[in-house]
């Protein structure tokens, strides 16, 4: 059976696991609220649910990498694990990180995956 996640049905998976292989956080943010800035242990997608949003970014090592995207509904983006990440909210929106289990599996290893919060920040301390 296809599944389809939309905006009708998207609350189910609201901070939760879709199934066994994909852990979605979602952040509702209001107009020129900001998402601090972070990076992740692995790569992984970001939604653009709804509103419009600025993602302010830059390589974790080489600052020299970086940029400014303004994203409008739809949206996604891949962002790396080494990429730092601020997400502002240009008008009220929501954002969604989608992680895949298979990538954390791929990055650790299947054992190791499932003992780390793989879909959580980095501490500040690890990224420049």
């Known amino acids: 059976m296809k599944q389809t996640i939309n ?15 994909t852990y979605i956080r979602r952040f509702k943010l209001a107009k020129g609220e900001k998402k601090d800035g972070h990076s992740h242990y692995i790569d992984h ?6 509103g419009a949003a600025r993602i302010t970014w830059h390589h974790e090592t080489d600052l ?12 996604k983006v891949d962002i790396r694990a080494d990429c730092w990440h601020e997400i502002e909210a240009l008008e009220d929106s929501v954002w969604e990180c989608w992680f895949s289990a298979h990538e954390a599996e ?14 959580l920040e980095k501490p500040v301390a690890e990224v420049v």
Do not use: C
Request: glycine share 10%; charged share 15%; aromatic share 8%.
């Open 7 to 21: 905006q009708a049905n998207a609350d189910i998976y609201e901070s939760g696991f879709v199934g066994e292989h």
């Open 45 to 50: 997608t970001g939604n653009l649910v709804s």
């Open 64 to 75: 020299m990498r970086h940029g400014v995207i303004d994203l409008l509904v739809p949206a």
């Open 106 to 119: 791929r990055v650790y290893g299947v054992e190791q995956a499932k003992a780390v919060n793989w879909h």
